[in-house]
């Protein structure tokens, strides 16, 4: 049965006698999400239901319920508020949230690029949400423009709320095997692709990902399908002053830091990653802030004149070659005196 059926036949059900599946708003890997109602209280949640063909493998019950559990735990307007977590006798298990209004990063992006202030206050804003997702040990791991929902409160202000902890890494549970790849290539830190340790320092790679879209209204690895693009994540896309010419080079710099295919890199925490990118558009940084530790990659204005300076260095040596040449002929070829 196709995911838009299943999810479909859902609709009017009643779960645990007090949610009833209004609409389907979305759909994921691991279940759909629906807008609900909680009847006792008269008022409108969403209730992500886990997909039936998922509910007999204790890998994706485990991650189910960490998802509901991993989002309680973060004490942030940023994050989607869960209130409740069970199982009903005929659905199987479904976590209950708040019921956002407003549209995904997704709906943002294709509306071409965001201005560079727009596009550091949103990232300044996600990076402060994952600071406190990452004083509790978590790592996000899939932070993509789908999951970050742009809220629009009961005042009409925007909130930005990061969604899907499903595939989160939380340090006191381990729901992946050494070298499992979990995650979406377009968005994913080379580190993760490898299969390699994770940090707090690849939700920043993803992070400075959708900076990258905000400020180019391009994805990254425009053009590439499938798992191509996993080959090319420790080259990295093109270049981000090369698609966007003319910004400040501070906000160049955060921005390359951010995506350095080596974790050691990028910067130390999304604390520091903000305050830098904050700065950039005032002139007020601090260079440190948003420069690679010694022996990381330089900035693109730097690597530029690097490379520019390398023919003049060629054509120096070749003119005093021919000079030291004539010289040496003339010397052996004309009598003295």
Same mark, same amino acid.
């Given at each position: ?100 209004? #407003? ?5 943002? @992006?294709?509306? =071409?690029? +965001? !201005?560079?202030? &727009?596009? %550091?206050?949103?990232?300044? *804003? ?99 399908? #499938? ?5 090319? @994540?420790?080259? =990295?896309? +093109? !270049?981000?002053? &090369?698609? %966007?010419?003319?910004?400040? *080079? ?88």
């Amino acid at each position: 049965m196709a995911r838009e059926e299943e999810a479909s036949e859902l609709v009017g059900e009643v779960l645990s006698e007090r949610y009833r599946l209004d609409s389907v708003l979305g759909e994921g890997g691991m279940g759909a999400v629906y807008a609900a109602t909680h009847l006792k209280l008269e008022r409108s949640v969403a209730v992500k239901v886990l997909r039936a063909s998922m509910k007999g493998e204790s890998t994706h019950l485990d991650r189910f319920f960490q998802e509901a559990r991993a989002a309680a735990s973060v004490k942030s307007s940023g994050v989607v508020d869960v209130m409740d977590l069970d199982v009903d006798p005929k659905h199987g298990p479904y976590l209950v949230m708040e019921k956002l209004e #407003g549209e995904p990063l997704t709906e943002m @992006l294709r509306r =071409g690029k +965001t !201005p560079p202030e &727009e596009s %550091v206050a949103l990232t300044g *804003e996600l990076l402060d949400v994952l600071s406190a997702v990452h004083e509790h040990d978590i790592v996000h791991r899939d932070l993509k423009p789908p999951n970050v929902f742009l809220h629009r409160d009961e005042k009409g202000e925007r909130v930005l709320k990061v969604l899907d902890f499903g595939i989160a890494k939380v340090k006191q549970r381990h729901l992946t095997l050494t070298g499992e790849i979990v995650g979406t290539p377009r968005f994913m830190a080379p580190e993760q692709a490898h299969g390699d340790e994770l940090d707090q320092r690849t939700d920043l790679y993803s992070a400075g990902l959708l900076l990258y879209c905000l400020l180019s209204g391009k994805p990254p690895f425009d053009g590439v399908v #499938g798992g191509r693009v996993i080959t090319l @994540l420790d080259k =990295g896309p +093109t !270049p981000l002053h &090369e698609l %966007v010419p003319g910004l400040p *080079e501070a906000l160049y710099r955060v921005v390359d830091r951010a995506i350095a295919p080596k974790p050691e890199d990028r910067f130390e925490n999304a604390a520091s990653m903000a305050r830098a990118l904050r700065a950039s558009l005032s002139g007020g940084v601090d260079d440190s802030s948003v420069t690679p530790p010694q022996g990381g990659a330089k900035d693109p204005a730097t690597k530029a004149k690097d490379e520019s300076a390398v023919p003049m260095l060629v054509g120096v040596f070749v003119v005093l070659a021919i000079v030291l040449a004539v010289g040496l002929y003339v010397f052996r070829n004309v009598s003295l005196p």
